[in-house]
């Protein structure tokens, strides 16, 4: 097992808080140990999902400044004069082309929420994964050993 870090505190040493017990198959630098690696992961995977909902919203921001210097000149287009058929005509393909930038900007937001959640779900898999194989290793050790 690697050492694990030390104190600065010159008084107390967590890291050393159980090295005086000794227990029969309980290695208290191995739990530190694994223990230190799930906090590593945690904060991993707390930085994707940061790091994930920022690039959503930063996207977010995008498509409604998008909106926003769109809206002017549709307003524009539909407030000039023409015959009712006409004016029916603009306002259901604007509705249309309206339709469809939503379906396709929901769907793009939809898949980079995916991806983000995927991405710090892979860090928790994989040291729920580390773990059982520290665990079943230890297990095999400690049947070795008696």
Same mark, same amino acid.
């Given at each position: 097992?690697?050492?694990?870090?030390?104190?600065k505190?010159?008084?107390?040493?967590?890291?050393?808080?159980?090295d005086?017990?000794?227990?029969?198959g309980?290695?208290?630098?191995?739990?530190t140990?694994?223990?230190?690696?799930?906090?590593e992961?945690l904060?991993?995977?707390?930085?994707?999902?940061?790091e994930?909902?920022?690039?959503l *919203?930063r996207r977010?921001?995008?498509i =409604?400044?998008?909106v926003?210097?769109e809206?002017p000149?549709m307003?524009r287009?539909?407030?000039?004069p023409?015959?009712?058929e006409?004016?029916l005509?603009k306002c259901?393909e604007?509705?249309k082309? *309206?339709f469809?930038t =939503?379906?396709a900007?929901?769907?793009?937001?939809?898949?980079m929420?995916?991806k983000a959640?995927?991405? =710090?779900f892979g =860090?928790?898999?994989?040291?729920v994964?580390?773990?059982?194989?520290?665990l079943?290793?230890?297990a095999?050790?400690?049947?070795?050993?008696?």
């Amino acid at each position: 097992m690697a050492k694990a870090t030390t104190s600065k505190n010159a008084f107390f040493d967590p890291s050393k808080l159980f090295d005086d017990f000794r227990f029969p198959g309980f290695d208290p630098r191995a739990i530190t140990e694994s223990q230190r690696r799930n906090l590593e992961a945690l904060t991993e995977a707390s930085q994707l999902a940061i790091e994930g909902a920022g690039a959503l *919203a930063r996207r977010q921001g995008e498509i =409604v400044r998008k909106v926003a210097e769109e809206m002017p000149a549709m307003l524009r287009d539909w407030a000039q004069p023409g015959t009712p058929e006409g004016r029916l005509a603009k306002c259901v393909e604007a509705a249309k082309l *309206a339709f469809e930038t =939503v379906l396709a900007n929901a769907r793009e937001l939809n898949d980079m929420g995916n991806k983000a959640s995927a991405e =710090v779900f892979g =860090v928790i898999a994989r040291r729920v994964t580390e773990g059982l194989d520290e665990l079943r290793l230890y297990a095999k050790e400690q049947s070795a050993a008696e």
